[in-house]
Structures are given as structure tokens and as C-alpha cells.
């Protein structure tokens, strides 16, 4: 049993709240610069994961690569 909780865990590590993640958070999405985890902290907040493409080099190509990770 340990083991299932152990996949729920990572399952849900998984997604990163576009509106309470850290800087360092979003940054450590793969194929999420800085600069840009920056501009969505700044734009917040969000009423919608794609409301996050308002933010400053967070366009629809990103968001459709990073859509399985972001969460409110």
C-alpha cells in the first residue's frame, strides 16, 4: 500500500500552481525560463490556467507543452 501513496504523491508534485508556486517552482519546469516564471508571479492572479498566457513570453506554444504541469 505505501507504494500507491507514494505514486498519488508524485502524480500530484507534478502539477506547479500557476497562482502559489514560487519563482524557483516554475522556473524548474522544463522548458520554463526564469525570466518567464517571473512574469507569471507578477501577472497573478490567474482565474484560469490559460490566463496564464497573458504573461510576458508565455505563449500557446509553451502552455500546450507545460499544460499537464500548471494547476491554480
Known amino acids: 500500500m505505501p507504494a500507491k501513496k507514494a505514486v498519488a504523491t508524485k502524480a500530484a508534485a507534478k502539477a506547479v500552481s ?5 519563482e524557483d517552482e516554475l522556473a524548474a519546469l522544463k522548458g520554463l525560463p526564469r525570466e518567464v ?6 501577472g497573478r492572479p490567474y482565474a484560469t490556467v490559460e490566463d496564464v498566457c497573458k504573461a510576458k513570453g508565455m505563449g500557446l506554444k509553451k502552455l500546450a507543452k507545460l499544460r499537464d504541469l500548471l494547476a491554480l
Request: net charge positive; hydrophobic share 55%; charged share 20%.
Open 37 to 42: 516564471a517571473r512574469a507569471i508571479i507578477a
Open 18 to 22: 500557476t497562482n502559489k508556486a514560487s
